[in-house]
């Protein structure tokens, strides 16, 4: 599975998580249930985290993408090889593209 396709189903996944985590604590304070107020809260936190570390995972891979593609472009360019030079292009927009996912 491509990066982007993971990251999307992983977003998919830990925002379902978070939204029923947060029912669940909801349900539990309104019903005065805090055995499930505290788990609701653990699995929304658990979700949250989960998210932010798979945004910088995905972060750090688009910005490596971009650098790897930028030395490629150029050392292409300095060569005079056009199929290094775009690959160099491909990769720096698969960076862009990462990193607006």
């Not at 809260?41 to 949250?48: G, I």
């Amino acid at each position: 599975m491509s990066n982007i396709a993971e990251n999307v189903s992983t977003k998919v996944s830990n925002t379902a998580n978070s939204y029923i985590g947060g029912a669940k604590q909801t349900i539990g304070e309104t019903i005065n249930n805090p055995n499930l107020a505290a788990r609701g809260a653990a699995q929304k936190v658990h979700a949250d985290t989960a998210q932010k570390v798979a945004d910088a995972k995905m972060q750090a891979e688009a910005a490596a993408h971009k650098g790897e593609g930028q030395t490629q472009n150029t050392t292409g360019k300095v060569l005079g090889d056009y199929s290094l030079e775009a690959s160099g292009e491909g990769n720096i927009t698969k960076g862009e593209i990462e990193r607006r996912a």
